[in-house]
């Protein structure tokens, strides 16, 4: 059985930064596509950033520069640095596969961005 549990969320400033993390179980995640996803209210779930296995990376174009996503292989777990966080960043966010493969969707972790 696959779990993804996402924490590291919490309210910061504009400006601000967070570390989020994914710890996988049922996967490895280092040998999957990963990615972290967000939802804000009242809008679609988007990708904001992948990781593929070979470690090549994606970042949709409003994070480009201030996000990052790594893995820790020996954690199994993917991460995701947030720097420079906008009001416009406040959303759950969620880690799950990337291009290829998903699982069910984790509780995510909320992440509030006041200006």
């Known amino acids: 059985q696959v779990q993804l549990v996402e924490s590291g969320g919490g309210l910061v400033q504009a400006g601000e930064s967070l570390r989020l993390s994914c710890a996988a179980s049922?996967?490895?995640?280092?040998?999957?596509?990963m990615g972290w996803y967000r939802q804000a209210p009242g809008k679609q779930r988007e990708l904001v950033a992948g990781l593929t296995t070979g470690g090549s990376t994606n970042y949709a174009d409003s994070v480009k520069g201030r996000f990052t996503i790594s893995r820790d292989n020996a954690k199994n777990t993917v991460y995701l640095q947030m720097n420079s966080l906008k009001p416009e960043d406040t959303a759950v966010y969620y880690c799950?596969?990337?291009?290829?493969?998903?699982w069910g969707w984790g509780k995510g972790t909320l992440v509030t961005v006041s200006s």
């Open positions: 799950n596969g990337f291009l290829i493969r998903w």
């Open positions: 049922g996967i490895i995640v280092s040998t999957n596509a």
